[in-house]
C-alpha cells in the first residue's frame, strides 16, 4: 500500500532532550513537509522540502531540525532549544507544486 | 506573511441542520484546498478549488471559491453524525526562493448533536 509513514506514534521525552521523528512516504512525491498542531491553533508550517538535499524554513522552524537525504524520508528533530515541544505533529508529502498534501497518522510528543 | 483566517472556530448543530464554514485569504489565491480531520485522526484532503467562482459539490457537501480568488466556503446541507470532525482551508504561498507551501486555516470544528 502506499501512503506515509510516521513513528513513532506517541514518544515521551525528559526536557533536555533531543528526539527524532521519522516519516517515510512510497509515494514517490517529490515535497514533504512537517507541520505542528496545537489545540485552537490549526496545523502551522515547520519545515518543508521540494527536493533532496534541499528544504526550507516554514513559520514556526526555531528549535526544529530536519534533513532530506533520500526522496522517500524526511525526519524531524525537535532539539532542546524548542521551548514549548509537546504537540502533534504531522508529515505530508505532496507530488509537486500546488497539490493535494497526503497525510500521516502523526507523532504525539509529550515532553515530561 | 500571507494569512488564511476561518470562522466560526466551533460549530454545534443539531442532526439534520445545515453547516457552513469561511475562510478568507489576505492574498489572492491561485487555488484553495479544504481538508477533514476527524477526531484523533489526521487531515484528508477533500476538494481543491481552482477557478474564479467555482462551485463542486459532493454528496451533501458544496464548495465554493469567490469571485475574487480570496474567500471561500464549505457547505454541508443536513448533517450527520458522521461530519463531526474539523473542517480545514489551505491556500498555497510562495516564499522570496520561489518555493511552495501551504497555508492552513485554524479549522472550524464540528460537532453534531444526534
Known amino acids: 500500500d502506499g501512503g506515509i509513514t510516521q513513528s513513532p506514534k506517541y514518544l515521551f521525552r525528559k526536557e533536555g532532550q533531543n528526539v527524532t521523528l521519522s516519516c517515510e512516504q512510497n509515494l514517490n512525491h517529490d515535497a514533504m513537509y512537517w507541520y505542528r498542531q496545537d489545540p485552537g491553533q490549526g496545523l502551522r508550517l515547520i519545515y518543508y522540502?521540494?527536493?533532496?538535499?534541499?528544504?526550507q524554513k516554514g513559520d514556526i522552524a526555531e528549535g526544529y531540525s530536519v534533513s532530506r537525504e533520500k526522496k522517500e524520508s524526511f525526519p524531524l528533530t525537535v532539539t532542546s532549544a524548542q521551548k514549548n515541544p509537546t504537540a502533534f505533529y504531522l508529515c505530508?508529502?505532496?507530488?509537486?507544486?500546488?497539490?493535494?498534501?497526503?497525510f500521516g497518522e502523526g507523532s504525539r510528543l509529550t515532553v515530561l | 506573511g500571507q494569512q488564511v483566517m476561518q470562522i466560526p472556530q466551533y460549530q454545534h448543530v443539531q442532526e439534520g441542520e445545515d453547516f457552513t464554514t469561511y475562510c478568507n485569504s489576505s492574498?489572492?489565491?491561485?487555488?484553495i484546498q479544504w481538508y477533514k480531520q476527524r477526531p484523533g485522526g489526521h487531515p484528508v484532503f477533500l476538494i481543491q478549488l481552482v477557478k474564479s467562482g467555482e462551485v463542486k459539490k459532493q454528496k451533501r457537501l458544496t464548495f465554493q471559491f469567490g469571485e475574487a480568488k480570496k474567500n471561500s466556503s464549505l457547505h454541508i446541507t443536513a448533517t450527520q453524525t458522521t461530519d463531526v470532525g474539523t473542517y480545514f482551508c489551505?491556500?498555497?504561498?510562495?516564499?522570496?526562493?520561489?518555493?511552495?507551501?501551504?497555508?492552513f486555516g485554524k479549522g472550524t470544528k464540528l460537532s453534531v448533536i444526534p
Open positions: 522540502s521540494q527536493i533532496v538535499n534541499d528544504f
Open positions: 505530508a508529502s505532496s507530488p509537486g507544486y500546488t497539490g493535494e498534501l497526503f
Open positions: 489551505a491556500g498555497p504561498g510562495y516564499s522570496g526562493a520561489g518555493s511552495y507551501q501551504l497555508t
Open positions: 492574498t489572492t489565491l491561485s487555488n
